[in-house]
């Protein structure tokens, strides 16, 4: 098996073309490999499928081998890739449209930028609409579902240097949320633009993005009044992650409880390739 890492704003993945169905892992199998000491390092695992009616489907599992969500940055991060392989194929053609299937629908991506290797791209991709916003006061924050199941709460100043490890964790399990649980994102409005941290469910960690998360952000900020509409009726906003530039545009609903037509904009690299020949040893 060959796989190709990458990240995006961060977030990091290990990608496999599974066109031919080939490639079966079990839980146990992504574990090992995403696993920072003991396999190859990973916030996620993305396998590259077949479709029957767009360009390919998206398969992601969390690195504690769980699945059935959609990933933001991953969705950039697999486009990239799949950018990749067409180009191969039609003698370094770049595609720029895609559609593809995700656990939560079809999304659309938009390849605005690369570089001649095309190992460097900016990519525009269509996130799951928002059907419904809830205020939870006993937490003082707001939940949707962006494809993912987020809790974002504000914070006025000290995002930078809050240890969010802790509450990070305590949310994601919290009574309020449960079977399913969620991740959690805080949020820090500055000027012209929205500083995000987010503890993600699956890693178990705190990542250095979080594509669902910034779009579930964007939306809750427009919920909370941070964010405006302009003329045209969209909200836009750029976004802070761990160390990248983001940005985020979408219509609100007419209702105040929901969001459509959300874009998230942000970087997909290529970092390499990992060929494994058999599992590592836990």
């Known amino acids: 098996m060959t796989f190709y890492k990458y990240q995006g704003a961060g977030n990091d993945f290990l990608i496999a073309d599974n066109r031919d169905g080939g490639i079966i892992l079990s839980e146990n199998?992504?574990?090992?490999?995403?696993?920072?000491?003991?396999?190859?390092?990973?916030?996620?695992?993305?396998?590259?499928?077949?479709?029957?009616?767009?360009d390919f489907k998206m398969v992601f599992f969390n690195p504690d081998g769980s699945c059935g969500m959609m990933c933001g940055n991953g969705g950039r991060c697999i486009t990239a890739f799949a950018a990749r392989i067409f180009a191969e194929r039609e003698s370094n053609n770049v595609k720029r449209l895609f559609a593809f299937?995700?656990?939560?629908?079809?999304?659309?991506?938009?390849?605005?930028?690369?570089?001649?290797?095309?190992?460097?791209?900016?990519?525009?991709?269509?996130?799951?609409?928002?059907?419904?916003?809830?205020?939870?006061?006993?937490?003082?924050?707001?939940?949707?579902?962006?494809?993912?199941?987020?809790?974002?709460?504000?914070?006025?100043?000290?995002?930078?240097?809050?240890?969010?490890?802790?509450?990070?964790k305590r949310l994601r399990h919290s009574s309020l949320f449960a079977p399913q649980g969620a991740n959690a994102d805080f949020v820090q409005p500055a000027q012209d633009i929205l500083m995000v941290r987010t503890y993600e469910k699956g890693v178990e960690d705190e990542t250095y993005a979080c594509g669902t998360g910034i779009a579930a952000s964007a939306v809750a900020a427009w919920k909370a009044g941070y964010l405006k509409q302009g003329e045209d009726g969209k909200v836009r906003t750029a976004i802070k992650a761990k160390r990248d530039m983001l940005s985020v545009e979408f219509i609100p609903g007419n209702d105040g409880d929901s969001a459509h037509g959300i874009i998230l904009t942000g970087p997909a690299v290529m970092i390499g390739t990992v060929n494994v020949s058999e599992m590592p040893l836990q």
């Open 101 to 168: 299937e995700a656990a939560d629908g079809l999304h659309h991506a938009e390849i605005t930028e690369w570089n001649e290797t095309l190992t460097r791209m900016t990519i525009r991709l269509g996130m799951s609409d928002v059907n419904g916003i809830s205020y939870i006061p006993e937490e003082n924050g707001y939940f949707l579902d962006t494809g993912a199941r987020h809790f974002v709460r504000f914070m006025e100043a000290g995002l930078e240097d809050a240890e969010i490890l802790y509450e990070g």
């Open 29 to 54: 199998d992504i574990r090992t490999l995403c696993d920072r000491r003991y396999g190859f390092g990973a916030d996620g695992l993305m396998l590259l499928e077949n479709s029957r009616s767009h």
